[in-house]
């Protein structure tokens, strides 16, 4: 137990809001997912409605070396402002698709993995809703992070299958720090069934994950967010995993 809290407390986050938590790892500062955007409404296919600014502008994030895109196709996971960041920053790694669609972006399929600075990056499967769902929500990716003498993290990505979390776990071994996308999102598109985690789900998925620190974001500020980051904490009380979780404040570094 003592050697997971040493290695784990190298990582020192920021959460913008939303998907959006600046990290540093291994020397370099990584975004996932960014979002900057003021609250405000996006048509198209089913309208989005952002409620919630971010906690720190882009401005005060600073420089960022790395982000992890996991997916370019809704703007609650890259907003207008988001993509004139993405601009700045020297590495974006993402889904193929996202590739084609973004210049500078560099996009990895499934389990191919990118060396940066002695960090080795793997991509990961990830589902926005139930199976079959990608012609209507699209390719998602999450990422494995590691590098030696730091902790292993995986970024989830907009992911709903607790399967996925499996097989990942089943593939890379041990995991030190999970940034799972809860919130329950439901646009109605899949009826009842949530296309990011729920907290049911994201319980079944820290279980999963043995001992490693759950950091949820993405399960606030949304309107089609339908669970609140209080249920979720509740749920994994319940569930004898309070312990495990580490919900990081909105604008405040922290170390976990």
Same mark, same amino acid.
């Given at each position: 137990m003592t050697e997971t809290i040493e290695r784990t407390n190298q990582l020192h986050a920021l959460h913008v809001g939303g998907p959006t938590l600046r990290f540093r790892y291994?020397? +370099?500062?990584?975004?996932?997912?960014?979002?900057?955007d003021e609250p405000g409404?996006?048509?198209? $296919?089913?309208?989005?409605?952002?409620?919630?600014?971010?906690?720190?502008?882009?401005?005060?994030?600073?420089?960022?070396?790395?982000?992890? !895109?996991?997916?370019? %196709?809704?703007?609650?996971n890259l907003d207008n402002s988001g993509r004139e960041f993405l601009k700045t920053v020297p590495?974006?790694?993402?889904?193929?698709?996202?590739?084609? +669609?973004?210049?500078?972006?560099?996009?990895? %399929?499934?389990?191919?993995?990118?060396?940066?600075?002695?960090? +080795?990056?793997?991509?990961v499967?990830? !589902?926005?809703?139930?199976?079959?769902?990608? $012609?209507?929500?699209?390719?998602?990716?999450?990422?494995? !992070?590691?590098?030696?003498?730091?902790p292993t993290v995986y970024v989830s990505g907009d992911n709903a299958s607790v399967e996925l979390v499996g097989q990942i776990v089943e593939r890379i071994g041990r995991i030190d720090i999970a940034v799972l996308f809860v919130?329950?999102?439901?646009? /109605? +598109?899949?009826?009842?069934?949530?296309v990011t985690l729920n907290a049911n789900t994201a319980l079944q998925a820290a %279980?999963? !994950?043995?001992?490693?620190?759950?950091?949820?974001?993405?399960?606030? /500020?949304w309107a089609h967010f339908s669970e609140t980051l209080e249920r979720l904490e509740r749920v994994f009380e319940y569930g004898g995993r309070r312990g495990q979780l580490r919900i990081p404040p909105l604008g405040t570094e922290v170390t976990v």
């Open positions: 291994a020397g +370099r500062t990584f975004l996932t997912d960014p979002t900057f409404d996006y048509p198209g $296919p089913i309208t989005l409605h952002k409620l919630v600014g971010p906690a720190v502008s882009a401005a005060e994030v600073g420089a960022v070396d790395i982000v992890l !895109l996991s997916h370019d %196709e809704h703007a609650d590495t974006v790694l993402s889904t193929p698709g996202a590739a084609e +669609r973004i210049d500078g972006v560099q996009g990895l %399929e499934n389990w191919e993995t990118v060396t940066i600075d002695g960090i +080795r990056v793997t991509a499967p990830a !589902l926005h809703g139930p199976e079959g769902c990608e $012609p209507l929500s699209g390719i998602v990716t999450g990422f494995v !992070l590691q590098a030696d003498g730091q919130g329950a999102a439901n646009i /109605g +598109r899949f009826g009842d069934t949530d %279980e999963l !994950l043995g001992d490693a620190v759950i950091v949820p974001v993405h399960g606030e /500020g």
